[in-house]
């Protein structure tokens, strides 16, 4: 675990304050080829654990009532289709649970298919991800937390948060399962 606080002074953090406007950043794990973390994921993500998720989510003690909601990083709908399931979906929905607090399966919309950005460099990740995202319309304004599994280069994250950055009407933090 990184024991990292729910703030702005973590790695995670610094991945993304470069690229788009968020108030907090916390990240559970920390990716290292040497920890379990990589089999982990790879566990929860491609081989259809989602109670992996379900579990670390209850890792995480901070109170996150005064957030509007919980939204995740959503898949394309073809990934989606192919894969069976959004392997952050159970971690998400069930920080939210224990919070009590509003989950948004559909807050976030995925518009653009790109393929795995595994073996991409940032500069790649970055415009494959332009515009891949829109806000659904039915989202009131408040501050929400963004969820993914993984902070690699933070393109993904970024590219989202961006969507909500263009109204002054949304905050958003970002919790991640892991920080590479």
């Not at 990083?73 to 069976?84: E, V, Y």
Request: with cysteine; hydrophobic share 35%.
């Amino acid at each position: 675990m990184t024991h990292w606080e729910f703030d702005q002074n973590n790695m995670a953090y610094t991945k993304l304050r470069n690229h788009c406007r968020v108030e907090q950043v916390f990240s559970l794990l920390e990716f290292k080829h040497y920890n379990t973390t990589p089999a982990i994921l790879h566990e929860m993500k491609y081989r259809n654990r989602p109670e992996i998720g379900i579990d670390l989510a209850q890792l995480i003690t901070f109170d996150l009532r005064e957030y509007d909601g919980i939204i995740p990083i959503p898949l394309h709908p073809k990934r989606l289709k192919t894969r069976g399931y959004n392997q952050v979906e159970g971690f998400a929905r069930q920080l939210a649970e224990i919070n009590q607090i509003n989950y948004f399966s559909d807050g976030l919309i995925r518009t653009k298919y790109h393929s795995s950005q595994v073996n991409e460099d940032k500069t790649h990740r970055l415009n494959n991800l332009k515009n891949a995202f829109e806000i659904n319309s039915n989202l009131q304004p408040g501050h929400y937390i963004l969820v993914d599994d993984v902070l690699t280069t933070g393109a993904t994250i970024a590219s989202a948060v961006k969507k909500f950055n263009l109204s002054d009407n949304f905050k958003i933090s970002v919790i991640t399962i892991t920080c590479a």
